[in-house]
């Protein structure tokens, strides 16, 4: 049985992208209540896998996740692509007009903001956790409380769905990277077919050094599918910039990391590993 680490507890958003990705295997899930607490599961285990918001289609990225995993020296092994449907819960028997105050993650509270206000005089808290949140209210058994969640956080916690589909956009997507120590890592991989990578890489504060490294992946066939930069504490207008990458020619992906190498400092790899699927 794989052992998997995420953020949060069963029912979150986090242990529906395991049990997707991981489909039709035996997992056992270990909630974390952070996401550095995750690292130290792998850590203290090398044998745990642990799964990892990235970014959202709609929130944008988790900025400190990246750094997270480049500091952890864990690697990336998979990705997930989540549709994220939020519902709004609560004790059984609860009306919508009972309901007083709702409890969420601060980001999903965001995704459902349209949806919110047009609950009058209802109090919006920010909580650590969408199903934490369902959880919270039904071991409390919190009359007039809501939660915004997924649907089976509702199920798992017995509460009753008041409205469902709460979300402004419907194409509201997390994309989840699953990692794990380096030399499980390697077992895991191997036979894997591989076609993304994510690297890391810091450049000069010259003119046109973004513009050339581009422009050498482009030549070598590369398609860039994000990048995102975070500034590098202590070295003043310095960036690391983190890069996906997909590809069809393993040698040939090789090859243009080569020839970046000397515009770059400190290129790393986070993780070759097939594109993810998404769901519906």
């Given amino acids: 049985m794989k052992k998997v680490a995420i953020q949060g507890v069963i029912g979150s958003y986090h242990d529906v992208a395991a049990h997707y990705y991981f489909e039709g295997e035996d997992i056992e899930i270990i909630g974390c209540n952070t996401f550095k607490e995750v690292i130290k599961q792998i850590h203290d285990d090398t044998s745990v896998i642990g799964l990892m918001a990235i970014e959202n289609t709609i929130a944008g990225s988790l900025l400190q996740n990246h750094e997270l995993i480049r500091q952890s020296e864990c690697l990336i092994i998979g990705e997930y692509k989540l549709r994220i449907s939020h519902s709004l819960v609560a004790l059984p028997g609860t009306r919508l007009s009972d309901v007083k105050e ?55 916690y017995g509460l009753e769905i008041l409205a469902e589909g709460i979300e402004t956009n419907n194409r509201n997507f997390t994309r989840f990277l699953v990692i794990a120590d380096k030399w499980n890592a390697e077992d895991i991989m191997r036979g894997v077919t591989k076609n993304k990578s994510s690297v890391v890489f810091a450049l000069p504060h010259t003119a046109g050094s973004l513009s050339k ?11 860039l599918t994000k990048i ?23 040698t040939r992906y090789k090859q243009a990391l080569d020839a970046i190498m000397p515009l770059t400092k400190d290129l790393k790899i986070l993780g070759e590993y097939a594109e993810g699927k998404q769901s519906v």
């Avoid at 490294?213 to 398609?223: K, Q």
């Avoid at 995102?228 to 207008?237: K, N």
Wanted: proline residues 2%.
């Fill in 228 to 250: 995102q930069s975070l500034p590098i504490i202590g070295r003043e207008w310095e960036y690391l910039f983190y890069v996906n990458l997909t590809y069809s020619d393993y």
């Fill in 102 to 156: 709702v409890n969420s993650h601060p980001i999903a509270l965001m995704q459902c903001a349209e949806y919110l206000q047009t609950l009058s005089g209802v109090k919006i808290v920010e909580k650590e956790d969408t199903a934490l949140s369902a959880k919270w209210i039904a071991e409390q058994k919190l009359d007039g409380h809501a939660a915004v969640c997924g649907k089976l956080a509702a199920e798992i």
């Fill in 213 to 223: 490294a581009l422009t050498i992946l482009s030549f070598y066939d590369m398609n």
